[in-house]
């Protein structure tokens, strides 16, 4: 069974990679990355295939069994197309399993809301394609804020408009654990999975990176607007945007999901601290 994964370069995808190359031979596993070049360190083999260029998955989707296709980072709309790219590729070369990383979230109350409705497209464009299906609906990874404790460490706070509202943290490595499981067993197939750890606050969160990192951060909620207007400051319109939806959608509890974790993976999930144990650890 030959098993290929889009967008192999990204750090969730090398994480699905690294776990499929544990449970399958390395011969199996096949990348496909716009810049094949940038994708030697995989220690698989590697195909092109651009999301915006149909006859590049034409090619690459040759000869697959199954396909693990991961949502696409452009403008909501665009991504419908070019995850369309993939899914019709597939079709044609008679793949006959496809696998999709989705996400939590809401429809409609938050900025946050037009990139979870064109994931929710394409998750209708999978389960419609013909082909065997799993889809996963991914919590918000923990990573970020631990990649950023040098900045709140200057700033002495995480502060965000998440208010008081629960989120089930999950991580990539765990991630890249559930999505290897659900390519590979067919007890999966037609089954949508919310892949979410245990919802915890912001204020919690804060508590255990106190406790890992022996820092002494203060969580400080602030206002949507507020807090939309510095992510924009620091990171432009487009991605300042989202990330405030994302949060303003955690005080909404959007994020507060029941887990279907242990279902996809056959594990529990990790509890927080042990998430951030294992990125300290790496």
């Given at each position: 069974m030959k098993i290929a994964v889009t967008a192999a370069n990204g750090q969730l995808s090398s994480s699905i990679i690294n776990e499929l190359k544990k449970k399958i031979r390395k011969e199996n596993v096949i990348g496909i990355v716009r810049t094949p070049e940038?994708?030697?360190?995989?220690?698989?083999?590697?195909?092109?295939?651009?999301?915006?260029?149909?006859?590049?998955?034409?090619?690459?989707?040759?000869?697959?069994?199954?396909?693990?296709?991961?949502?696409?980072?452009g403008e909501p709309q665009k991504r419908i197309q070019q995850h369309r790219n993939v899914i019709e590729a597939a079709k044609q070369n008679a793949v006959k399993k496809i696998v999709y990383t989705s996400i939590v979230g809401d429809e409609n109350e938050t900025t946050f809301s037009p990139i979870v409705r064109s994931n929710r497209q394409t998750e209708e464009d999978?389960?419609?394609?013909?082909?065997?299906?799993?889809?996963?609906?991914?919590?918000?990874?923990?990573?970020?804020?631990?990649?950023?404790?040098?900045?709140?460490?200057?700033?002495?706070?995480?502060?965000?408009?998440?208010?008081?509202?629960?989120?089930?943290?999950?991580?990539?490595?765990?991630?890249?654990?559930?999505?290897?499981?659900?390519?590979?067993?067919?007890?999966?197939?037609?089954?949508?999975?919310?892949?979410?750890?245990e919802p915890i606050t912001q204020t919690q969160l804060v508590e255990l990176i106190n406790q890992e990192f022996n820092t002494n951060l203060k969580f400080n909620s602030i206002s949507v607007d507020e807090y939309e207007k510095e992510r924009k400051a620091e990171l432009g319109n487009f991605i300042g945007t989202i990330i405030a939806g994302i949060y303003d959608g955690i005080s909404k509890g959007v994020n507060d999901v029941p887990s279907d974790f242990m279902k996809a993976a056959g594990r529990p999930h990790k509890a927080p601290m042990e998430m951030i144990k294992s990125f300290m650890i790496k």
């Open positions: 940038k994708a030697s360190h995989l220690g698989i083999e590697v195909r092109k295939g651009d999301y915006t260029n149909r006859e590049d998955f034409d090619s690459a989707l040759k000869g697959i069994d199954a396909v693990l296709l991961l949502s696409g980072s999978v389960k419609e394609s013909g082909m065997r299906w799993v889809i996963g609906r991914n919590g918000i990874y923990i990573e970020p804020d631990l990649e950023y404790i040098d900045t709140y460490i200057i700033e002495g706070e995480i502060r965000n408009c998440a208010g008081d509202g629960k989120c089930g943290y999950t991580s990539r490595d765990e991630l890249g654990f559930a999505y290897s499981q659900m390519l590979l067993q067919d007890k999966h197939n037609g089954q949508t999975y919310n892949l979410v750890g």
